[in-house]
């Protein structure tokens, strides 16, 4: 990493305004943490902030969750090695969002707490457990490569004084305890501040990269062509392992069931899509072409060897002072808000679909309260054990969108969508999607199966099978009943 002398007047000059930035930043989602958690009384205010979330905040909300690490991390790191080509895994999203635009007030009408009450609903308890798992399983990934992607901010900013290690702590500390403190009702309104910062500063921050790089033709001159090509270095395999398990992530994602469970009105839902949709887009066209420009810019040294940082880098290098302190502190901002969401997601579960459902069904809203923050803590540090040994944020997102994409979302779509798919075809598809991608990586398993099956990552063997499995039991299992479809009709 290139740095101005250590000591000199400009370096530290730069280094107080990196601080600032931070510490307004970390006193202002404290302070909305804090001042959030003295309105939550209830479980319902602090599992769907008492369904009291209007339209705005929902865009808001829904966009910072949905862009964290993933993009920032491994979506940079697609961008620095294939270019435009990176926009395949986006894309993913965007088609998801398309779909949804129908299911958001179909869920809203449903109003419940978490994904596995829907899947009880629709099909039975055992559905509920075994899709509780996979949630687990994929949000406490998902949560652990944020804590990774934000300590590796904090090395950015500090590098002679916090390790990529020590900034993953860090991290994990202020999400754990903020996350803790007031639930959906703390994570909703920090994401309104994440989401206006993060969107403002990239606007203003792309035009000023794009001239630095010499515009178009600095940008060729300096790339190669493939960067500017449909499918750059990816083959049409690859790029559908990349679209296939975000957009799959995207129509069954837990975290944006509970943003809509938590909307005032199925209007609000409705609407809250609209505005996803176009700052989605926009928003994560930016970001890929901020890493395209920053990989035109810093082709050598520290960020060619962890190209994932090549997004806080550029921040670091590329901008001028202010510019590029608040970029890093909305990359910062939007880790911090992506992990307190994927975090307070599966602690839901277990309060909502383990506690009070199997444990202690009439606890009281204080007891609730009490555990619930004890199980954001106890997810917290399991997420951490997963950071700290992590090797790729793009590997790591994969496997976690894949987990979650085969064995969870063609059963909440068919629970929307199919009056035909069983109890026992949903469990069976759960639980296929959830051993596959599980054991695909296990020593010997690909070996088994032909060169070109092989060599595939494991989103299309899991989905293959969780489908198949699907569609085989509820062919020879009764049709579900009336009732069962009647909650999830228009």
Request: positive net charge.
């Amino acid at each position: 990493m290139i740095l101005p002398l250590a000591g000199s007047e400009e370096t530290e000059r730069m280094q107080q305004l990196y601080v600032a930035v931070l510490a307004v930043i970390v006193v202002v989602l404290l302070a909305v943490a804090i001042g959030r958690t003295f309105r939550v009384k209830t479980k319902a205010d602090y599992l769907v902030a008492g369904r009291s979330l209007p339209a705005v905040v929902l865009v808001l909300t829904l966009l910072t969750s949905w862009i964290g690490a993933g993009s920032l991390f491994a979506g940079a790191e697609n961008a620095y090695r294939n270019g435009f080509a990176a926009l395949w895994q986006p894309a993913g999203g965007w088609l998801g969002l398309l779909l949804i635009y129908f299911i958001a007030p179909r869920a809203r009408k449903f109003a419940q707490f978490t994904l596995p009450d829907l899947l009880e609903a629709r099909y039975n308890q055992t559905a509920r457990v075994l899709g509780t798992f996979a949630i687990l399983f994929a949000y406490v990934g998902i949560t652990s490569y944020q804590f990774k992607g934000g300590g590796n901010v904090l090395h950015l900013i500090f590098p002679d004084v916090v390790t990529p290690e020590l900034g993953t702590y860090i991290v994990a500390v202020f999400v754990i305890v903020t996350t803790a403190l007031a639930g959906m009702s703390s994570v909703a309104y920090m994401d309104v501040a994440i989401g206006s910062l993060v969107t403002a500063i990239c606007v203003v921050a792309v035009p000023y990269l794009y001239g630095e790089a010499g515009g178009w033709a600095g940008l060729h001159a300096a790339l190669p062509e493939t960067h500017f090509e449909v499918l750059g270095n990816l083959t049409f395999a690859r790029a559908m392992e990349f679209t296939i398990p975000t957009m799959l992530l995207m129509l069954g994602n837990q975290v944006m069931y509970q943003k809509f469970f938590s909307a005032k009105t199925e209007r609000d839902a409705r609407l809250s899509v609209v505005g996803w949709i176009v700052g989605t887009v926009v928003l994560e066209t930016l970001i890929v072409a901020i890493a395209v420009f920053g990989s035109a810019l810093y082709k050598t040294g520290e960020v060619a060897r962890q190209p994932y940082e090549i997004i806080p880098y550029t921040a670091r290098h590329g901008l001028p002072g202010l510019m590029g302190a608040l970029l890093l502190g909305a990359v910062f901002a939007k880790v911090i808000s992506t992990a307190s969401n994927y975090l307070f997601s599966p602690a839901t579960n277990l309060i909502n679909d383990v506690f009070v459902r199997y444990i202690a069904p009439e606890a009281s809203h204080k007891r609730v309260l009490i555990v619930s923050r004890l199980a954001v803590v106890l997810l917290g540090v399991w997420a951490l054990y997963q950071a700290v040994y992590a090797q790729s944020i793009l590997e790591k997102m994969l496997w976690a969108y894949t987990i979650y994409s085969a064995a969870l979302t063609p059963v909440v779509l068919a629970a929307f969508y199919s009056k035909r798919v069983t109890a026992w075809g949903a469990v069976a598809a759960i639980a296929a999607g959830t051993l596959v991608t599980l054991g695909w990586d296990v020593p010997g398993v690909r070996t088994a199966f032909p060169v070109w099956i092989a060599e595939r990552d494991a989103i299309f063997p899991a989905l293959v099978a969780a489908v198949a499995a699907m569609v085989g039991v509820s062919l020879v299992t009764p049709k579900p009943a009336a009732e069962k479809l009647a909650q999830f009709a228009e």
